[in-house]
């Protein structure tokens, strides 16, 4: 499994707009031999400069370049996608932690 990890500059007060755009394209890798699932994230900051970071897995490299093709290339050539740079790149687990225990972790926060 490797994740694709797609960093997105999207200027204040076009949320809206970036997301119309993003669900088309979402819904088209969905359909793509090799999507197993995304994690869209957003910044807590309004100044940060990249405001949204989306974060997918796929089952291997090869199926997630091959679902990068013309049909995704001539979605995100659209208009609509002009005023959002994205900076993406693939990933893979070389680490990996867990908390032994909920109530480990939440043992002396005041509730």
Known sequence: MITLINCFEVPAGREENF????????????????????KMHRSLVPEARYR??????????EECEAAHDEGFRRLISQ?????????????????????????????????
């Open 52 to 61: 949204f970071v989306n974060l997918v897995q796929w089952a291997s490299r």
């Open 19 to 38: 997301f119309a755009a993003f669900e088309k394209v979402n819904a088209y890798m969905r359909g793509k031999k090799g999507y197993v699932g995304h």
């Open 79 to 111: 208009p609509a996608w002009g005023d959002f740079r994205s900076t993406p790149a693939l990933y893979e687990v070389v680490h990996e932690g867990r908390a032994e225990k909920w109530e480990t972790l939440m043992q002396g926060i005041p509730r």
